[in-house]
Each structure stands twice: as structure tokens, then as C-alpha cells.
């Protein structure tokens, strides 16, 4: 069965601290990897997409990276603002159109 | 644009009665997907269409729900009869051509609570 673990469930951080999400996939045929952006009763917001091992993308403080079994969302000096779930989903053989998304890190930044 | 948008944005009703949520997707979009979350389940693809065609349902969890799209602009997620386990927040998102690359836009979610 395709699934996708992401870890750790909730992660807090001091201002400036850091980091890594951990994003694992056992899957039968990868087309691609989304990240995804998530604040409370809102809905989540496109971050990356990574399509092969070796892939790397960034936006401001943060930098994706793609293995053959896992991804990382690198969250470099973070600020409050960053606080937010972040969702990782993985688009499989058939098309990109469905995405299995793994339950998610809940990331809280103090300032 | 105002990006997707859903109704209502909550809504309280008793087991047995049938709910309806709606979605109006950005004006363009050709891919309109329908996603319900749980704490327990994560994000979860219920159907999708192409050109207001569902091209698949496979993840509809039973018959008590349907879903159309009538136009381009306008689809509705309907549910009947509900019951307390289909509490959850439901999302409507939509994209232009496959979203391999390009990215797919989430409404505000509709927060659906049968009691």
C-alpha cells in the first residue's frame, strides 16, 4: 500500500533555530513530491514541487530536498511567521492528479 | 481573482439529513478536486474532475456521496444521509491543466459537523 510518513508530528523551535521535516514514502511509482503550506482554517498553499532523487528547490527560508525514499523541508533561521503546518503529498504512477498526503508536521516558531 | 471559494464555511446539522457544500473554482481552472480532512486520516482525495467530467471517484467512501459539476464555474459535494463520522473539514481546490508542475489552489474549507 502507498503511504506517506512525515515526521515529527509537532516540532517547536526558537526563533532562529534550524531545522528539518522528514517526509518518507513507500510507494509503488513516484511521479513527483508537493509540499504544502497549511495555517489554522485555512486551506494549504503550494510550496514545491520535486520531481527526482538529487532535486533541490528553495523559497526565502526554506530548501526542499529529494532522496529515493524521503524528503526534507530544511527551515533555515525561522521566524514566527513560519509557524504552520506543513503537508507533504506524493503523486504516483497515473498521474499527478492524485496525491496521497501524509498527515502532516505542525511547526511552532517562539519568538 | 478571488481564488476558490467554498460554502458555507461551517455547517451544523443531525445525523440523517442531507448536506450540501459548494465550490467555485478560479475562472480558467480545467481540474477541480474535492479533499476531506481528519486528524486521524490526513488529506484525502475523494473524487476530481476534468472539464467538469469526473475522471475518478475512487476515493468517494460510499454511496451516500455524490458529487456534480454542472459548469465550469460551480460543483457541489453532497451527502445523503450523513452521519457523525463524516465530520470533518472539507476542501475544494482547483488547477490549470495537470498539476505536475503547476500548482492546485484550496479554498477556505467548509468545517461540516453532524451531530
Known amino acids: 500500500e502507498d503511504q506517506v510518513t512525515q515526521s515529527p508530528e509537532a516540532l517547536r523551535l526558537q526563533e532562529g533555530e534550524s531545522s528539518s521535516l522528514n517526509c518518507s514514502y513507500t510507494v509503488s511509482g513516484l511521479r513527483g513530491l508537493f509540499w504544502y503550506r497549511q495555517d489554522p482554517g485555512k486551506g494549504p498553499e503550494f510550496l514545491f514541487t520535486?520531481?527526482?532523487a538529487g532535486e533541490e528547490k528553495e523559497k526565502e527560508r526554506l530548501k526542499a530536498t529529494l532522496t529515493k525514499k524521503e524528503s526534507f523541508l530544511h527551515i533555515t533561521a525561522p521566524k514566527p511567521e513560519d509557524s504552520a503546518t506543513y503537508l507533504c503529498?506524493?503523486?504516483?504512477?497515473?498521474?499527478?492528479?492524485?496525491?496521497?498526503f501524509g498527515t502532516g508536521t505542525r511547526l511552532l516558531v517562539s519568538p | 481573482d478571488a481564488g476558490v471559494i467554498q460554502s458555507p464555511r461551517h455547517e451544523v446539522t443531525e445525523m440523517g439529513q442531507e448536506v450540501t457544500l459548494r465550490c467555485k473554482p478560479i475562472s480558467g481552472h480545467d481540474y477541480l478536486f474535492w479533499y476531506r480532512q481528519t486528524m486521524m486520516r490526513g488529506l484525502e482525495l475523494l473524487i476530481y474532475f476534468n472539464n467538469n467530467v469526473p475522471i475518478d471517484d475512487s476515493g468517494m467512501p460510499e454511496d451516500r456521496f455524490s458529487a456534480k459539476m454542472p459548469n465550469a464555474s460551480f460543483s457541489t459535494l453532497k451527502i445523503q444521509p450523513s452521519e457523525p463520522r463524516d465530520s470533518a473539514v472539507y476542501f475544494c481546490?482547483?488547477?490549470?491543466?495537470?498539476?505536475?508542475?503547476?500548482?492546485?489552489?484550496f479554498g477556505q474549507g467548509t468545517r461540516l459537523t453532524v451531530v
Open positions: 503529498a506524493v503523486a504516483l504512477d497515473g498521474g499527478f492528479q492524485k496525491l496521497v
Open positions: 481546490a482547483s488547477s490549470f491543466g495537470d498539476p505536475g508542475g503547476t500548482e492546485a489552489f
Open positions: 520535486l520531481y527526482s
